[in-house]
Protein backbone atom coordinates (compact mmCIF):
# COMPACT_ATOMS: atom_id res chain seq x y z
CA UNK A 1 0.00 0.00 0.00
CA UNK A 2 1.04 3.24 -1.03
CA UNK A 3 0.46 5.19 2.43
CA UNK A 4 2.99 2.49 4.16
CA UNK A 5 5.97 3.95 1.97
CA UNK A 6 5.61 7.05 3.86
CA UNK A 7 4.27 6.27 7.09
CA UNK A 8 5.17 3.44 9.62
CA UNK A 9 2.77 1.23 11.25
CA UNK A 10 2.20 3.49 14.32
CA UNK A 11 2.02 6.45 12.31
CA UNK A 12 -0.99 4.98 10.87
CA UNK A 13 -2.41 3.46 13.90
CA UNK A 14 -2.49 7.20 15.15
CA UNK A 15 -4.09 8.81 12.19
CA UNK A 16 -7.26 6.13 11.89
CA UNK A 17 -7.31 6.64 15.87
CA UNK A 18 -7.66 10.35 15.59
CA UNK A 19 -10.32 9.13 12.43
CA UNK A 20 -12.75 7.08 14.74
CA UNK A 21 -12.78 9.78 17.29
CA UNK A 22 -13.97 11.84 14.60
CA UNK A 23 -16.45 9.60 12.85
CA UNK A 24 -17.71 8.54 16.15
CA UNK A 25 -18.55 11.74 17.32
CA UNK A 26 -20.08 12.58 13.86
CA UNK A 27 -21.88 9.52 13.25
CA UNK A 28 -22.76 9.52 16.79
CA UNK A 29 -24.53 12.90 17.07
CA UNK A 30 -26.35 12.02 13.28
CA UNK A 31 -27.38 8.65 13.85
CA UNK A 32 -28.97 8.67 17.02
CA UNK A 33 -31.27 11.73 16.34
CA UNK A 34 -31.75 10.00 13.33
CA UNK A 35 -33.04 6.48 15.26
CA UNK A 36 -35.34 9.03 17.19
CA UNK A 37 -36.92 10.61 14.26
CA UNK A 38 -37.69 7.24 12.40
CA UNK A 39 -39.29 6.16 16.47
CA UNK A 40 -41.43 9.03 15.86
CA UNK A 41 -42.08 8.19 11.78
CA UNK A 42 -43.16 4.78 12.82
CA UNK A 43 -45.40 5.22 15.40
CA UNK A 44 -47.30 7.53 13.10
CA UNK A 45 -46.41 4.71 9.69
CA UNK A 46 -48.67 2.37 11.41
CA UNK A 47 -52.05 4.18 11.08
CA UNK A 48 -51.37 4.56 7.15
CA UNK A 49 -54.15 1.80 5.68
CA UNK A 50 -51.35 0.49 3.58
CA UNK A 51 -48.88 -0.39 6.56
CA UNK A 52 -49.49 -4.42 6.21
CA UNK A 53 -47.65 -7.23 4.47
CA UNK A 54 -44.56 -6.16 2.40
CA UNK A 55 -44.84 -2.66 3.42
CA UNK A 56 -45.02 -3.67 7.17
CA UNK A 57 -42.04 -5.78 6.55
CA UNK A 58 -40.01 -3.50 5.03
CA UNK A 59 -40.40 -0.33 8.11
CA UNK A 60 -39.24 -3.65 10.48
CA UNK A 61 -36.58 -4.53 7.87
CA UNK A 62 -34.82 -1.02 8.16
CA UNK A 63 -34.95 -0.75 11.87
CA UNK A 64 -32.98 -4.29 12.06
CA UNK A 65 -30.69 -3.01 9.68
CA UNK A 66 -30.12 -0.12 12.01
CA UNK A 67 -30.01 -2.56 15.01
CA UNK A 68 -27.78 -5.18 12.85
CA UNK A 69 -25.28 -2.11 12.35
CA UNK A 70 -24.95 -1.32 15.96
CA UNK A 71 -24.35 -5.25 17.15
CA UNK A 72 -21.78 -4.86 14.09
CA UNK A 73 -20.22 -2.04 15.95
CA UNK A 74 -20.53 -3.31 19.82
CA UNK A 75 -19.32 -7.15 18.86
CA UNK A 76 -16.53 -6.54 16.10
CA UNK A 77 -13.97 -8.86 15.81
CA UNK A 78 -12.36 -6.27 14.33
CA UNK A 79 -11.50 -2.46 14.20
CA UNK A 80 -12.77 -2.29 17.43
CA UNK A 81 -14.61 1.24 18.25
CA UNK A 82 -16.42 0.41 21.40
CA UNK A 83 -14.05 -2.36 23.33
CA UNK A 84 -12.80 -0.49 26.73
CA UNK A 85 -9.73 -3.56 26.77
CA UNK A 86 -8.62 -1.54 23.35
CA UNK A 87 -8.22 1.32 24.78
CA UNK A 88 -4.81 2.85 26.07
CA UNK A 89 -3.95 2.72 29.76
CA UNK A 90 -4.28 6.76 30.07
CA UNK A 91 -7.84 6.72 28.22
CA UNK A 92 -9.28 3.56 30.38
CA UNK A 93 -8.90 4.76 33.55
CA UNK A 94 -11.15 7.43 32.52
CA UNK A 95 -14.22 4.90 32.84
CA UNK A 96 -15.04 2.64 35.76
CA UNK A 97 -15.58 -0.61 35.63
CA UNK A 98 -18.12 -0.70 33.31
CA UNK A 99 -19.00 -2.94 30.08
CA UNK A 100 -18.67 -1.99 26.44
CA UNK A 101 -22.70 -1.88 26.45
CA UNK A 102 -22.80 0.74 28.54
CA UNK A 103 -19.35 2.62 26.99
CA UNK A 104 -21.76 1.96 23.38
CA UNK A 105 -24.54 3.48 25.78
CA UNK A 106 -23.04 6.15 26.62
CA UNK A 107 -22.35 6.91 22.89
CA UNK A 108 -26.25 6.49 21.67
CA UNK A 109 -26.66 9.06 23.99
CA UNK A 110 -24.83 11.79 21.48
CA UNK A 111 -28.22 12.22 19.55
CA UNK A 112 -30.54 13.15 22.30
CA UNK A 113 -29.75 16.83 22.13
CA UNK A 114 -29.63 16.86 18.47
CA UNK A 115 -32.86 15.34 18.49
CA UNK A 116 -34.50 17.73 21.20
CA UNK A 117 -32.92 20.98 20.27
CA UNK A 118 -33.09 20.08 16.74
CA UNK A 119 -37.08 19.00 17.08
CA UNK A 120 -38.23 22.72 15.88
CA UNK A 121 -35.78 22.27 12.55
CA UNK A 122 -37.67 18.57 11.95
CA UNK A 123 -41.07 19.94 12.84
CA UNK A 124 -40.77 22.61 10.26
CA UNK A 125 -39.49 20.01 8.03
CA UNK A 126 -42.08 18.05 8.33
CA UNK A 127 -44.70 20.99 8.10
CA UNK A 128 -42.89 21.62 4.43
CA UNK A 129 -43.73 18.39 3.05
CA UNK A 130 -47.21 17.94 5.07
CA UNK A 131 -47.96 21.30 2.72
CA UNK A 132 -46.41 19.56 -0.71
CA UNK A 133 -48.27 16.35 -0.10
CA UNK A 134 -51.59 18.43 0.62
CA UNK A 135 -51.32 20.89 -2.47
CA UNK A 136 -50.65 17.41 -4.12
CA UNK A 137 -54.00 16.11 -2.98
CA UNK A 138 -52.19 13.37 -1.53
CA UNK A 139 -54.46 10.58 1.31
CA UNK A 140 -52.71 10.38 4.91
CA UNK A 141 -50.30 13.98 4.68
CA UNK A 142 -49.97 14.13 7.80
CA UNK A 143 -48.94 10.49 8.06
CA UNK A 144 -46.61 10.47 5.34
CA UNK A 145 -44.84 14.10 5.70
CA UNK A 146 -43.28 12.33 9.30
CA UNK A 147 -42.31 9.40 7.04
CA UNK A 148 -40.36 11.72 4.64
CA UNK A 149 -38.83 13.53 6.87
CA UNK A 150 -37.35 10.67 8.51
CA UNK A 151 -36.07 9.95 4.87
CA UNK A 152 -34.45 13.30 5.01
CA UNK A 153 -33.00 12.56 8.58
CA UNK A 154 -31.97 9.22 6.94
CA UNK A 155 -29.84 10.47 3.54
CA UNK A 156 -28.52 13.65 5.99
CA UNK A 157 -26.63 11.24 8.95
CA UNK A 158 -25.59 9.58 5.65
CA UNK A 159 -23.88 12.68 4.21
CA UNK A 160 -22.45 13.39 7.50
CA UNK A 161 -20.88 10.33 7.65
CA UNK A 162 -19.33 10.57 3.94
CA UNK A 163 -18.44 13.95 5.27
CA UNK A 164 -16.42 12.98 7.75
CA UNK A 165 -14.88 10.44 6.01
CA UNK A 166 -13.51 12.61 3.43
CA UNK A 167 -12.53 15.16 5.75
CA UNK A 168 -10.53 12.34 7.98
CA UNK A 169 -9.22 10.85 4.64
CA UNK A 170 -7.83 14.35 3.65
CA UNK A 171 -6.63 15.61 7.06
CA UNK A 172 -4.73 12.22 8.17
CA UNK A 173 -3.81 11.46 4.65
CA UNK A 174 -5.61 7.92 4.61
CA UNK A 175 -6.89 5.90 1.48
CA UNK A 176 -10.38 6.15 1.47
CA UNK A 177 -11.05 2.08 0.60
CA UNK A 178 -9.60 1.70 3.99
CA UNK A 179 -11.45 4.28 5.66
CA UNK A 180 -14.84 2.71 4.58
CA UNK A 181 -13.94 -0.70 5.08
CA UNK A 182 -13.09 0.08 8.70
CA UNK A 183 -15.80 2.48 9.57
CA UNK A 184 -18.47 0.92 7.33
CA UNK A 185 -21.22 0.10 10.30
CA UNK A 186 -20.97 4.12 10.95
CA UNK A 187 -23.06 4.09 7.51
CA UNK A 188 -27.16 4.18 7.34
CA UNK A 189 -27.34 4.31 3.79
CA UNK A 190 -28.11 0.95 3.63
CA UNK A 191 -30.97 1.54 6.30
CA UNK A 192 -31.91 4.55 3.77
CA UNK A 193 -32.45 2.82 0.98
CA UNK A 194 -34.88 0.32 2.88
CA UNK A 195 -36.65 2.69 4.38
CA UNK A 196 -37.27 4.87 1.01
CA UNK A 197 -38.23 1.19 -0.50
CA UNK A 198 -40.72 1.25 2.01
CA UNK A 199 -42.16 4.95 1.44
CA UNK A 200 -42.54 4.25 -1.96
CA UNK A 201 -44.52 1.02 -1.38
CA UNK A 202 -46.31 2.54 1.15
CA UNK A 203 -47.75 5.39 -1.17
CA UNK A 204 -46.12 5.53 -4.67
CA UNK A 205 -47.89 8.99 -5.55
CA UNK A 206 -44.84 10.54 -3.34
CA UNK A 207 -42.45 9.53 -5.63
CA UNK A 208 -44.24 10.68 -9.03
CA UNK A 209 -45.60 14.09 -8.35
CA UNK A 210 -43.13 17.27 -9.27
CA UNK A 211 -42.41 19.66 -6.86
CA UNK A 212 -43.02 23.22 -8.09
CA UNK A 213 -40.51 26.13 -7.84
CA UNK A 214 -41.84 27.85 -4.24
CA UNK A 215 -42.10 23.51 -2.89
CA UNK A 216 -38.41 22.81 -4.04
CA UNK A 217 -37.03 26.19 -2.30
CA UNK A 218 -39.08 25.21 0.70
CA UNK A 219 -38.19 21.71 1.03
CA UNK A 220 -34.37 22.41 0.23
CA UNK A 221 -34.49 25.37 2.77
CA UNK A 222 -35.87 22.93 5.48
CA UNK A 223 -32.97 20.44 4.87
CA UNK A 224 -30.12 22.47 4.36
CA UNK A 225 -31.45 24.37 7.95
CA UNK A 226 -31.64 21.03 9.76
CA UNK A 227 -28.15 19.61 8.23
CA UNK A 228 -26.78 23.49 9.58
CA UNK A 229 -28.46 22.39 12.89
CA UNK A 230 -27.00 18.82 13.43
CA UNK A 231 -23.42 19.45 11.51
CA UNK A 232 -22.33 22.22 13.34
CA UNK A 233 -19.86 22.08 15.93
CA UNK A 234 -21.35 23.48 18.77
CA UNK A 235 -23.67 21.23 18.52
CA UNK A 236 -21.56 18.41 18.00
CA UNK A 237 -19.31 19.59 21.08
CA UNK A 238 -22.60 20.51 22.65
CA UNK A 239 -24.19 16.85 22.49
CA UNK A 240 -20.78 15.11 23.85
CA UNK A 241 -21.45 17.90 26.62
CA UNK A 242 -24.74 16.87 27.53
CA UNK A 243 -24.24 12.48 26.87
CA UNK A 244 -21.25 13.35 29.31
CA UNK A 245 -23.37 14.79 31.62
CA UNK A 246 -25.99 12.46 31.43
CA UNK A 247 -23.96 9.36 32.14
CA UNK A 248 -21.62 10.06 34.80
CA UNK A 249 -21.95 6.63 36.60
CA UNK A 250 -19.95 5.40 33.85
CA UNK A 251 -16.70 7.43 35.01
CA UNK A 252 -14.32 6.62 37.38
CA UNK A 253 -14.49 8.91 39.48
CA UNK A 254 -16.33 11.94 39.66
CA UNK A 255 -12.93 13.55 38.99
CA UNK A 256 -12.68 12.26 35.72
CA UNK A 257 -16.34 13.12 35.08
CA UNK A 258 -15.95 16.62 35.45
CA UNK A 259 -12.35 16.46 34.10
CA UNK A 260 -14.23 15.17 31.03
CA UNK A 261 -17.10 17.78 31.22
CA UNK A 262 -14.26 20.84 31.85
CA UNK A 263 -12.51 19.24 28.11
CA UNK A 264 -15.30 19.06 26.23
CA UNK A 265 -16.82 22.24 27.12
CA UNK A 266 -13.66 23.74 27.04
CA UNK A 267 -13.55 22.76 22.97
CA UNK A 268 -17.16 24.16 22.41
CA UNK A 269 -16.69 27.44 24.13
CA UNK A 270 -13.65 27.85 21.76
CA UNK A 271 -15.40 27.51 19.06
Given at each position: ?69 ERQLL ?197
Amino acid sequence: MEIAKKRNKAEIQNALARSASVVKLVCGVANNATWLVMMDAHDAIKKHPNYRGKVKFLYKQAFKEFKNNERQLLYANENRMFHLADMTPSTRKIYGNITDAQYFEYWQGLGAKAYTEGHQWVSSLDNKYRLSLLKHRTNNAEILSKVMTAQACLELASHMYESALNACAKDFELPMCLMRDIFKFFSLRKVADIWKNALTMTAPDTQNYALDEVEDKNIAQGIMQLEMQWSDPKMIYGSAFTATEDFEEIFRTKGEWKKAMREIGEVKNSI
